[in-house]
């Protein structure tokens, strides 16, 4: 029983500056600190505060505030014992869910598989549900009851949640590097394809990330551990909140420039028959055109057909019906953005008939659905 609990202790401080005092006082600060700055930015980027991505962000960030509190107060001796495993544990559960439903709230710009997002979503509940019971129970038991048996539970149980919740982690920033990666294949511009390529880097950082902690836990470095998983926390949340932002630029833009670079980003060679000759022709077309798709007869196996009209647009296709940026609280988040995969068919379907591809909540952004559609296919 010695051996679980010199492995679960954390020696506080002793009022000696050295080297583990150094670590965990920077990491704290750090954390903090960043904490801060991540509060001022929601504050200020969102319009309106509703909508899964801005509570699940904001629940996070106070998660690793509260976690960093708790473990001040643990470390330094600030306050009894109760409040700090308070703290502690309120931060933990909040940081660990919501990291993940931050991820989540945006998965579904680039996976359209109804099947992968409803398993990714029962993930997350499940394990939160489940594990977060059990580590409490146990926590709390190691901590006030003399039976040894949670001590040794507390201490098997905290391998267990750091490899669960590592995988659950690795599992939603797979998806994510898979989909981009994808999108590599078949985007030439070099401004669209750098920016894909910052969002496969920032997820293979929160990948290193989640691995570094699972590392040091089964290492039993565990003051180390809890110091440099608050501060790791921190820094994948401001990753995350950016990448989001980046990948939502690249879906969806709310400027005609942003709008026309979607046929830009293309790499036409990567398209046969006829599309390909229509790709080409709009892109050596003027720059300032409003492009109007229609539907094509059955010769041309679905190619779109492209017409450059200043003369007959619809007015449901003018800019100003664009939408604004998800970053307002829209419900969920991804609402009002257009998904980039999709299966094959759905282009020539989209392109036969506009509204099928639409529902109310959409009405009023075709051109934007049909853009999205025809990524849908190169992407294939």
């Known amino acids: 029983m010695r051996n679980y609990t010199a492995i679960l202790q954390k020696e506080p401080f002793d009022g000696q500056y050295s080297k583990s ?29 509703r909508g899964l991505y801005f509570w699940s962000l904001s629940l996070c960030n106070f998660g690793v505030a509260s976690y960093a509190f708790g473990m ?75 039976d040894m048996s949670y ?9 267990i949640q750091i490899t669960i919740f590592t995988l659950q982690e690795l599992i939603i920033s797979g998806l994510y590097v898979w989909k981009t990666y994808s999108l590599l294949q078949v985007v030439s511009k070099q401004n669209t394809r750098s920016m894909v390529s910052q969002v496969l880097a920032i997820n293979i950082i929160i990948i290193a990330m989640d691995i570094a902690l699972l590392v040091m ?34 879906v969806h833009g709310s400027s005609v420039k942003n709008r026309s670079m979607t046929l830009e980003a293309i790499d036409s060679n990567a398209v046969q028959g ?14 300032g055109s409003i492009i109007k798709w229609y539907g094509s007869d059955s010769s041309n196996n679905g190619a779109a057909h492209v017409q450059k009209d200043f003369g007959n647009v619809d007015p449901r296709f003018s800019p100003s019906m664009s939408g604004s940026s998800p970053v307002d609280g829209d419900d969920d988040g991804d609402d009002t953005i257009a998904r980039v995969l999709s299966h094959p068919n759905d282009l020539n379907n989209s392109l036969r008939h506009p ?9 009023g952004r ?8 025809f990524c849908r296919v190169l992407s294939k």
């Open 274 to 287: 006829q599309a390909q000759l229509d790709v080409q022709r709009e892109l050596n077309g003027g720059r």
């Open 217 to 250: 836990q089964f290492h039993h470095m565990q003051l180390y551990q809890e110091s440099f998983k608050i501060l790791f926390y921190s820094i994948k949340l401001k990753l995350e909140m950016n990448i989001l932002s980046k990948l939502v630029d690249l």
């Open 366 to 373: 075709e051109v934007d659905n049909l853009y999205a559609d």
């Open 72 to 146: 001040m107060t643990d470390y330094w001796k600030l306050t009894v014992l109760w409040a700090t495993k308070i703290l502690v544990t309120m931060g933990w559960m909040t940081m660990i869910t919501c990291q993940s439903l931050v991820l989540y709230s945006r998965l579904g710009l680039l996976v359209d598989n109804d099947k992968i997002l409803k398993s990714v979503k029962w993930m997350i509940i499940v394990n939160s549900c489940v594990v977060f019971t059990i580590v409490d129970v146990l926590d709390w038991g190691s901590t006030y009851s003399s």
């Open 21 to 49: 005092s150094v670590i965990v006082t920077l990491a704290l600060g750090l954390a903090l600190y960043n904490c801060v700055e991540l509060a001022l930015l929601i504050l200020t980027t969102f319009k309106r505060w």
């Open 355 to 363: 509204s099928s591809t639409t529902n109310a909540r959409t009405s």
């Open 151 to 159: 001590l040794v539970g507390y201490y098997y149980i905290e391998l």
